[in-house]
């Protein structure tokens, strides 16, 4: 059975920091991209960054760059999202998503709550 967790999020003042974690289990972790997205009420889910299978590839939305880093450890089935310079605008429920392959539409975790407030 397939699962992943999301850890890590909370409430933080502006310019700070977080470390969003996402544990994988049930599948082949170390093939696939692995995501983070965010969504906050009322909008769509957003890309936010990937990382390819072999940790090499990082992708960054221009909102993040610069900032966010995403890193993995596939001996630990773990994705990892490093937040620095937190903004307001940041706040939102954080997704972590194993990236679909041919017909697999891939996996969702729960979701994090991130809120960046003074």
């Known amino acids: 059975q397939v699962h992943i967790v999301e850890s890590g999020g909370g409430l933080v003042q502006p310019g700070g920091s977080l470390t969003l974690s996402c544990a994988a289990s049930g599948f082949s972790f170390h093939y696939y991209v692995m995501a983070w997205y965010r969504q906050v009420p009322g909008k769509e889910r957003e890309l936010v960054a990937s990382?390819?299978?072999?940790?090499?590839?990082?992708r960054y939305a221009e909102s993040v760059e610069g900032r966010f880093t995403i890193s993995r450890d596939n001996a630990r089935k773990t994705v990892y999202l490093q937040m620095d310079s937190l903004k307001v605008e940041d706040t939102a429920a954080y997704y972590c998503k194993a990236e679909g392959i041919g017909l697999n539409a891939g996996y969702w975790g729960q979701g994090t709550q991130v809120s960046v407030s003074a």
């Open positions: 990382v390819t299978s072999d940790g090499l590839g990082k």
